[in-house]
C-alpha cells in the first residue's frame, strides 16, 4: 500500500496511508490530510489512485502545489517523491506492489490506456475544485433573442439544443410571412457555442448584414435578420 | 459522385500494439443510426462491453421508432432541452449503461468492465449527436470543422473550468484519465446535441485511437480530399497505423446527400426575388410610419 508522510522542519508528523480511491490536502476539516495553516488553501490539492498510478492535482489553490521546486497543475507521482505545500512537505511513498511508479520504470500500458476514474468521488471533488476556483470557473451561460424589429417583442430564451425558426407550428419562434419558410433558421447549442443555420425557404437569412447560406457561429450582440424580422443575440448569465 | 441518400462506411482496426481490439461499431443506414464504442477492461470484457453497448442503442432506438406511438416511452426522465427522438438516443444510452453496469458488478469476469460511446442518429430535419468518454463526434460543413462531442476526460472538464489551458491538456499525463463511461455507474449522463443537417454534410465517428493521432484541422483536410466514404476511412486508418497506431482504431463515416440541387429550380429563384422585393417594401413602409 502506498503511503503519504506529512513532515513540517524535517520532522514526520503523521503517516498516512492511502486506502482509499482518493485523498485529499488543505487546511479544512473535510480532507483526508488538513494542514492548518493560513498558506494552505481549504482544499489545496489531491492525489488520485487511477490504475497504478498515483497522480497529485493542484485544486487552483492560492500559493501552489510543488513537487520538488516545480509549481504543477497536475503531475504523476513518482516513488520518494515530494509535495511542498507551504511550508509543509508531504513525501509519496508508493508500495513494493505498484513498482509502476517507481522513477524511471514506465510501466508499459500504464497511463497510455484509457481509465475510469471513481466518478462519484470525482464529481465530488470537481465540485470542490470548481468551488475552490471561483476566478476562473466561467459562469454558465443562456443565449438570448430579443426581438429589434418586426411585430413582436420581448426576449426569447434559448432553452433548447435545438430553436427553430419558422412558420411551422413546431417552431419555437414563429413568425409569419409569406417567404418565410415552414423552418426558416435554426440556432443549436454546440460543444463551440452557439450556431445560427439557414434552413429554408425564400426569407435569406442575414448576420449583421451579411447573407448566411450555410452556418455561422453567434457572437453576442449579433444581428439576425429574417424577411422584415430582426434579433439580437447575447448570452446572459444563468443563476 | 452525388447521390441522394446517405452514404455511410466504417472500419475498426486492431493497431500496432494491442493484442484484441475492443472497439466495436454499426452503420444502419434505413434506421439513420451510426455507434461507436471504445471498450475497456481486461480479457474479453472490454470487447464484451462495446459490443453490447452498440447492439442496445440500436435495438432500443429501432424499438422506438418502429413502435409508431408518439408516446414518450423513455428509460429515465426526460430532457426538456431535447426533442423526442433526442430523448430517445438519451434513454437508449441509459439503458445500455445499466445492462453494462449490472454485468460489471454481478460477472467476476467482467468486473471493471465499460465503454464509450458515440451515436449519431440522421433524420430528415435533425441531427442528433450523442457521446459518453472520449470518442468523438466531427463535422465538416462549408470548408469548416467543428466537434459535435464533448470529452469526459479529467482534462477536458479542467479545460472548461479554466484550470488548465488546451496546450497543457495536450501534454498533461492524465489525458486518458475518463470522468464518465457507460458501465462504472448506475445512471449516466450523456451529452446530447442537436443540429439542423445541411446537404453534404460529413460526420466522422472515432475512438481515441484516432483523434490522438490525427488533429482536428488534419482530420478536416483529410475529409475534404476524401473521395466516397469508404476511402475515406481507409486513408484514416492507413494515417493512424502511419503513425504508430498505439491503440485500436475505429472510424465511421457518413455523407449527407447533395440536395441542393433538386431544389435550385427556376421557380425558386424567381421566389427568391419576390421574397426579397417584399421584405423591402415591408421595410420601406415601417421606416415611412411615424
Given at each position: 500500500?502506498?503511503?503519504l ?84 512537505v ?11 511508479v ?56 434559448l ?11 413546431n ?69 | ?40 477492461g481486461?480479457?474479453?470484457a ?56 449490472e ?23 435533425l ?134 440541387q ?29
Amino acid at each position: 500500500m502506498a503511503r503519504l508522510v506529512l513532515l513540517f522542519n524535517d520532522q514526520v508528523i503523521r503517516e498516512y496511508p492511502f486506502v482509499k480511491q482518493s485523498m485529499t490536502i488543505g487546511r479544512e476539516a473535510e480532507n483526508d490530510i488538513q494542514i492548518d495553516n493560513l498558506a494552505v488553501s481549504g482544499f489545496h490539492a489531491r492525489i488520485d489512485k487511477t490504475g497504478e498510478s498515483f497522480i497529485l492535482t493542484d485544486l487552483q489553490s492560492t500559493n501552489g502545489t510543488f513537487v520538488g521546486d516545480k509549481k504543477i497543475v497536475s503531475h504523476k507521482l513518482s516513488h520518494s517523491e515530494k509535495i511542498n505545500i507551504g511550508k509543509h512537505v508531504i513525501l509519496f511513498l508508493a508500495s513494493e506492489k505498484e513498482d509502476g511508479v517507481l522513477p524511471g520504470s514506465e510501466k508499459e500500458g500504464g497511463l497510455d490506456k484509457t481509465m475510469i476514474l471513481d466518478t462519484a468521488k470525482q464529481r465530488e471533488l470537481l465540485a470542490k475544485q470548481e468551488s475552490a476556483a471561483p476566478r476562473v470557473a466561467k459562469p454558465k451561460k443562456i443565449g438570448v433573442l430579443t426581438f429589434l424589429d418586426g411585430s413582436k417583442e420581448g426576449e426569447i430564451e434559448l432553452t433548447k439544443k435545438l430553436t427553430r425558426i419558422g412558420k411551422a407550428g413546431n417552431s419555437e419562434v414563429k413568425l409569419s410571412g409569406l417567404f418565410m419558410g415552414a423552418t426558416s433558421a435554426t440556432i443549436s447549442k454546440r460543444p463551440s457555442g452557439y450556431a445560427i443555420s439557414f434552413a429554408g425557404g425564400m426569407t435569406k437569412l442575414k448576420i449583421n448584414g451579411d447573407v448566411v447560406k450555410n452556418s455561422v457561429q453567434l457572437n453576442d450582440f449579433d444581428t439576425i435578420e429574417l424577411g422584415s424580422y430582426r434579433f439580437q443575440f447575447y448570452q446572459k448569465d444563468l443563476g | 459522385m452525388q447521390t441522394d441518400r446517405i452514404r455511410a462506411s466504417g472500419i475498426t482496426d486492431v493497431g500496432l500494439k494491442r493484442e484484441e481490439n475492443e472497439d466495436s461499431f454499426s452503420l444502419d443506414d434505413d434506421l439513420g443510426l451510426y455507434v461507436v464504442a471504445d471498450g475497456m477492461g481486461g480479457h474479453l470484457a472490454g470487447e464484451v462491453a462495446s459490443r453490447i453497448a452498440v447492439d442496445l442503442v440500436n435495438k432500443s432506438f429501432r424499438k422506438w421508432k418502429e413502435s409508431e406511438t408518439s408516446d414518450l416511452d423513455l428509460y429515465g426522465y426526460k430532457d426538456p432541452s431535447l426533442t423526442d427522438p433526442g430523448n430517445h438516443i438519451l434513454s437508449s444510452i441509459r439503458l445500455a449503461n445499466r445492462v453494462v453496469f449490472e454485468m460489471a458488478t454481478e460477472n467476476n469476469e467482467c468486473h471493471g468492465m465499460g465503454t464509450t460511446i458515440v451515436a449519431l442518429a440522421v433524420m430528415p430535419d435533425l441531427i442528433i449527436a450523442a457521446n459518453v468518454g472520449d470518442s468523438r463526434i466531427y463535422l465538416v460543413r462549408g470548408g469548416e470543422i467543428e466537434r459535435l462531442s464533448k470529452d469526459h476526460t479529467v482534462v477536458a472538464e479542467q479545460v472548461e473550468m479554466g484550470i488548465m489551458t488546451e496546450e497543457e491538456a495536450h501534454h498533461s499525463p492524465l489525458n486518458h484519465i475518463l470522468t464518465r463511461n457507460l458501465g462504472a455507474n448506475k445512471d449516466v449522463r450523456a451529452e446530447v446535441f442537436e443540429i439542423e443537417p445541411a446537404p453534404n454534410d460529413r460526420y466522422i465517428l472515432c475512438t481515441d485511437g484516432v483523434s490522438d493521432l490525427i488533429l482536428d484541422e488534419e482530420i478536416k483536410r483529410i475529409v475534404e480530399e476524401g473521395d466516397g466514404p469508404e476511402t475515406l476511412c481507409r486513408s484514416f486508418i492507413d494515417e493512424v497505423l502511419k503513425r504508430g497506431g498505439h491503440d485500436n482504431a475505429t472510424v465511421v463515416s457518413v455523407y449527407l446527400p447533395d440536395i441542393e440541387q433538386k431544389k435550385q429550380g427556376i421557380l425558386r429563384k424567381m421566389g427568391g426575388l419576390v421574397a426579397d422585393m417584399l421584405a423591402g417594401i415591408q421595410k420601406a413602409r415601417k421606416n415611412i410610419r411615424p
